[in-house]
């Protein structure tokens, strides 16, 4: 299997910059909380509430880096450069409309948003602030994921992994400068934090620009961008609408079974919080293989190699969940002692202890599932994994986390062990997919010699 640059598509080489790449992001978000906290806890408040309406944003743009990136491959494993183009162009060209009307909704109703989300009326100038400078950041950040989704699909993983590593020293670099008023400057509190974040995804969508033509050789053609083929847009939306759809749902469903937990108590939501966050650590390693696979597996399909697409989903499956088992192993010996460096409350270290163990069951499968189902949407088969996980979702997940948590009283064991469940049905229900061979008469670029 070949990529645009003549070198075959590796697993590994794919897989390593993706989870530095993911770990960055997820690290942002906490770098300016952690360094904010130092300043105000008032801050923190105003921060968590507005990043909540900015990832809803991003969720919003996240559907169509999803989809391009897939049918990019699947057109390059096809030698069809020109379609990948296209369909390179008709995405920037769609989510840089979505970011326009996302940035002036939220830059004019910001204050709306945040007394509907009940932040309080003291944080209110914080807070609108924040989001309203944060929102002028949305157009660059709907191009920059467009064009990061492109680049991994012709297998250049490492280069959006510095683009990131490149945004977060420039947050942080700004942070100290505009939040701590190094060298004389003011200190601006929440807006300092807010403008060194908006300045470090603005230079990052710079970079990528660069990165992006140096690498791939496409020129980033105007008139292409501005006016959307809308052909292309239909195969994007059949892979991304579904995969955004399912994202969104587990958003929801988390919610409402975090409001479960909420009737444990607060030490129970304070064990639930902490646990979680060391959960999305471990997830990163099956994410960022699933998606590699994704890009190794949309070429071979684009190319018509379906057995060898077959024997790659295996091959990464296995090592998913060799990984993943071996990571989760780690967390049930060390994860109470990684949990008291945040806090000594033995009610909350004693909650989470079992939960640890609970770990060697929930996450190989929940890398089950993301290393199967990004290989079913690689293939261009993604209503069967949306119409899957929202049933599971909704008819395991919820009720079984009420039902052993709240009403057998089994606690966050029993919310766990439901969620848990949830992911080990998905993950085999995909793979009955697969094994199904129904994927295979998916592919988005059939109508393309």
């Given at each position: 299997m070949q990529t645009t640059t003549d070198k075959p598509l590796k697993l590994f080489a794919l897989t390593w910059p993706l989870f530095i790449d993911f770990a960055l992001h997820f690290l942002t978000a906490a770098l300016n909380t952690f360094m904010i906290s130092h300043v105000s806890y008032q801050g923190v408040a105003a921060l968590s509430v507005g990043n909540m309406v900015f990832e809803l944003a991003i969720t919003l743009f996240s559907f169509v880096s999803i989809g391009a990136s897939v049918v990019i491959t699947q057109y390059l494993g096809a030698k069809n450069k020109q379609a990948a183009r296209d369909v390179v162009y008709s995405s920037i060209g769609f989510n840089l409309g979505v970011g326009v009307v996302a940035a002036l909704g939220i830059i004019t109703g910001a204050s709306t948003m945040l007394s509907l989300m009940n932040l309080p009326e003291h944080l209110l100038v914080d807070g609108k602030l924040y989001l309203q400078i944060v929102g002028l950041c949305l157009v660059p950040e709907a191009v920059a994921m467009c064009i990061a989704g492109a680049m991994r699909a012709h297998g250049h993983t490492q280069q959006a992994m510095w683009v990131t590593l490149a945004m977060n020293i420039i947050t942080f670099s700004g942070n100290l400068?505009?939040?701590?008023?190094?060298?004389?400057?003011?200190?601006?509190?929440?807006?300092?934090?807010?403008?060194?974040?908006?300045?470090?995804?603005?230079?990052?969508?710079?970079?990528?620009?660069?990165?992006?033509?140096?690498?791939?050789?496409?020129?980033?053609?105007?008139?292409?961008?501005?006016?959307?083929?809308?052909?292309?847009?239909?195969?994007?939306?059949?892979?991304?609408?579904?995969?955004?759809?399912?994202?969104?749902?587990?958003?929801?469903?988390?919610?409402?079974?975090?409001?479960?937990?909420?009737?444990?108590?607060?030490?129970?939501?304070?064990?639930?919080?902490?646990?979680?966050?060391?959960?999305?650590?471990?997830?990163?390693?099956?994410?960022?293989?699933?998606?590699?696979?994704?890009?190794?597996?949309?070429?071979?399909?684009?190319?018509?190699?379906?057995?060898?697409?077959?024997?790659?989903?295996?091959?990464?499956?296995?090592?998913?969940?060799?990984?993943?088992?071996?990571?989760?192993?780690?967390?049930?010996?060390?994860?109470?002692?990684?949990?008291?460096?945040?806090?000594?409350?033995?009610?909350?270290?004693?909650?989470?202890?079992?939960?640890?163990?609970?770990?060697?069951?929930?996450?190989?499968?929940?890398?089950?599932?993301?290393?199967?189902?990004?290989?079913?949407?690689?293939?261009?088969?993604?209503?069967?994994?949306?119409?899957?996980?929202?049933?599971?979702?909704?008819?395991?997940?919820?009720?079984?986390?009420?039902?052993?948590?709240?009403h057998l009283e089994y606690g966050l064991v029993g919310v766990w062990t439901a969620l848990a469940i949830d992911e080990w049905v998905r993950g085999l229900a995909m793979l009955w997919r697969w094994r199904s061979g129904r994927w295979q008469t998916k592919s988005l670029v059939l109508d393309h010699p």
């Open positions: 400068l505009l939040l701590y008023g190094w060298f004389g400057l003011p200190q601006m509190g929440v807006a300092g934090v807010a403008i060194s974040t908006v300045t470090g995804r603005v230079i990052g969508m710079c970079i990528m620009l660069f990165l992006f033509v140096r690498y791939t050789s496409i020129r980033l053609h105007i008139p292409s961008i501005v006016k959307p083929q809308w052909k292309m847009l239909k195969k994007v939306f059949h892979i991304g609408l579904p995969a955004a759809g399912e994202n969104l749902s587990w958003m929801l469903q988390f919610l409402v079974v975090t409001s479960f937990v909420g009737l444990m108590g607060d030490k129970a939501l304070a064990a639930q919080s902490l646990y979680f966050q060391i959960c999305m650590f471990i997830l990163l390693f099956g994410l960022s293989i699933g998606i590699g696979n994704e890009i190794i597996i949309g070429h071979l399909v684009g190319a018509k190699a379906i057995k060898a697409a077959e024997a790659q989903l295996y091959r990464a499956l296995k090592i998913g969940l060799i990984v993943t088992t071996s990571v989760a192993a780690l967390a049930a010996i060390y994860g109470e002692y990684l949990v008291s460096w945040f806090t000594d409350e033995r009610d909350v270290l004693q909650l989470v202890a079992p939960l640890f163990i609970l770990t060697l069951f929930m996450e190989p499968g929940r890398t089950f599932n993301l290393v199967v189902i990004n290989a079913l949407r690689a293939s261009g088969d993604a209503k069967f994994p949306f119409f899957v996980g929202v049933f599971s979702m909704w008819c395991i997940a919820v009720p079984g986390a009420y039902w052993l948590g709240v």
